[in-house]
T-cell receptor, first 112, second 110 residues
Framework: DQQVKQNSPSLSVQEGRISILNCDYT??????FLWYKKYPAEGPTFLIS?????DKNEDGRFTVFLNKSAKHLSLHIVPSQPGDSAVYFC???????????FGKGTKLSVKP | DTEVTQTPKHLVMGMTNKKSLKCEQH?????MYWYKQKAKKPPELMFV???????INESVPSRFSPECPNSSLLNLHLHALQPEDSALYLC?????????FGPGTRLTVL
């Protein structure tokens, strides 16, 4: 059973608008969450993370929101740019493990 | 130096060949990983070398074997691979809760 779920396989957004990528998790032991961005034929690159003691973390155009009671996190990209078009993976881990559990990814397309 | 390097970038091999993928990091990380990634799917964990202990995903066939010569290097030896082993092989290292990925080796088995 999937512990980290990204239920939308794809998302299309107009340039300049907000992109919202969602991620749900089931394991209440997870206490650290990360978002990775992946271009075709390249390895994933780390984007932004959030600890379970926070509910928001912001870095430039990227903001991650964490709702622990709903076991839900989201990545907001504002404003979206065509160069943001990629597959975005949500990942989670717990303090007792160094292993990351990944979701299946959401393909974001930002149209000019 | 905050990167994970992998060589080669691309590798094409026959089913009878023996080859090795190399991964190196100089961030002092005590955990290193090998992942296999097929198109449009998240990386699948193959091996973890953490604090000098090797952990193996039991679903990984024995034609893949990791080797850790020292704390900065994690090699992946390949022998008698199958065409379905063609994929992007990603190496990563981590410290605490942050994981850094290498650029990957694109492997094609003919």
């Amino acid at each position: 059973d999937q512990q980290v779920k990204q239920n939308s396989p794809s998302l299309s957004v107009q340039e300049g608008r907000i992109s919202i990528l969602n991620c749900d998790y089931t394991n209440s032991m997870f206490d650290y969450f990360l978002w990775y961005k992946k271009y075709p034929a390249e390895g994933p690159t780390f984007l932004i993370s959030i600890s379970s003691i926070k509910d928001k973390n912001e870095d430039g155009r990227f903001t991650v929101f964490l709702n622990k009671s709903a076991k839900h996190l989201s990545l907001h990209i504002v404003p979206s740019q065509p160069g943001d078009s990629a597959v975005y993976f949500c990942a989670a881990t717990s303090g007792v493990s160094e292993l990351l559990i990944f979701g299946k990814g959401t393909k974001l397309s930002v149209k000019p | 130096d905050t990167e994970v390097t992998q060589t080669p970038k691309h590798l094409v091999m026959g089913m009878t060949n023996k080859k090795s993928l190399k991964c190196e990091q100089h961030m002092g990380h005590r955990a290193m990983y090998w992942y296999k990634q097929k198109a449009k799917k998240p990386p699948e964990l193959m091996f973890v070398y953490s604090y000098e202990k090797l952990s193996i995903n039991e679903s990984v066939p024995s034609r893949f074997s990791p080797e850790c010569p020292n704390s900065s290097l994690l090699n992946l030896h390949l022998h008698a691979l199958q065409p379905e082993d063609s994929a992007l092989y990603l190496c990563a290292s981590s410290q605490e809760n942050e994981q850094f990925f290498g650029p990957g080796t694109r492997l094609t088995v003919l």
